[in-house]
């Protein structure tokens, strides 16, 4: 094992760790704009995609070499579709593409059968598009390669005011009666700092592994199971896996963890909300973990219109089951 193979299983360890600290959930953020018209959980989403869009900003500036790049759908509004059935499906499952890992971790044995039914969507998904629109997922050059290096620096600096200040304020509301280990070791996280996190070091990722995020893995794996697609590599899964054992060591570290078996009235939501969230998802392509730390730290205008979709989506199905 290399130092750079080290490094990024330790650092997708730490996204694990921290996600499942602090409970992020796009489900949960747009239940908490309908019920108290708050967006805290959604603006640490903001932050996170700020802080991975820093270093990708920072990285092509200096001019290193960034391992794979991001993919999106060929056909904008297919993308954006991909984005409000994702969101759909992750309101009937009860939690998006982070979340169900957080709760599979916690011992929500039903979120497995989520991961079952997403697989199926992709596969159903691709299946169709490659029937009827053909090598619709396609690589795209990074946004910022395309700034004039003026725009580029411009950009760059603002961002940098901003991550300065942060940490700032981050630093003056820290817990002083906590040394630096026991507040990574907390139960619970500020989001700003579980978004710092999340952010950073899914920023070192992507310059290291390129596309990381589980759902895209998925992705690709089922494109390489059922359509002979290009296998992601034993490194993918690995990441994916250390990923679960991150939320996993949190969830045992705080003592959350309580295994519960399925029930009639909760396995009908997994499936059904992880067949939506797949087939959004292979049309996006991948879950929000992917729009929000990978492709909108791009500069991806489409992945910015599919988030905002998913969001849509997310809150379209919470108001209609609230008026049952």
């Not at 990285?59 to 954006?80: A, D, S």
């Not at 759909?88 to 059968?113: E, F, H, K, P, R």
């Not at 991550?163 to 996280?189: F, G, K, N």
């Not at 009908?268 to 049309?283: I, K, P």
Request: aromatic fraction near 10%; hydrophobic fraction near 55%.
């Amino acid at each position: 094992m290399n130092l750079t193979v080290g490094l990024s299983i330790l650092l997708v360890f730490l996204i694990g760790f921290a996600a499942h600290r602090a409970s992020l959930c796009t489900v949960r953020a747009v239940m908490q704009w309908l019920d108290d018209r708050k967006a805290s959980v959604l603006i640490s989403f903001i932050k996170a995609a700020a802080w991975s869009c820093l270093l990708a900003g920072v990285f092509v500036l200096l001019g290193l070499p960034i391992k794979g790049v991001p993919v999106t759908h060929g056909v904008w509004w297919l993308g954006i579709s991909g984005g409000f059935l994702f969101g759909m499906g992750a309101a009937i499952n009860g939690g998006c593409s982070l979340s169900t890992v957080q709760q599979l971790a916690d011992g929500d044995s039903t979120m497995m059968l989520t991961l079952l039914a997403f697989v199926s969507g992709v596969a159903g998904t691709m299946t169709l598009e490659n029937l009827w629109l053909p090598h619709v997922v396609q690589p795209q050059a990074l946004w910022w390669q395309q700034l004039t290096f003026w725009q580029h620096v411009t950009l760059v600096t603002v961002l940098m005011l901003w991550a300065i200040r942060e940490l700032a304020m981050q630093w003056r509301r820290r817990d002083q009666s906590l040394t630096a280990l026991q507040r990574l070791v907390a139960p619970r996280y500020r989001l700003s700092f579980g978004a710092l996190l999340l952010g950073v070091a899914s920023g070192l990722l992507f310059l290291l592994e390129g596309t990381w995020t589980y759902t895209n893995y998925l992705r690709e794996q089922t494109n390489n199971w059922f359509f002979d697609g290009i296998s992601s590599g034993w490194l993918r899964g690995m990441l994916v896996l250390t990923l679960f054992v991150g939320m996993l060591a949190s969830s045992f570290h705080r003592g959350s963890f309580i295994w519960r078996w399925p029930t009639i009235n909760n396995w009908q939501r997994r499936a059904l909300g992880g067949l939506l969230m797949g087939s959004g998802g292979a049309l996006v392509p991948g879950g929000n973990d992917t729009l929000i730390l990978v492709l909108i730290p791009t500069l991806s205008l489409q992945a910015l219109a599919s988030y905002a979709a998913l969001l849509a989506g997310t809150g379209t199905v919470l108001m209609i089951m609230r008026c049952q």
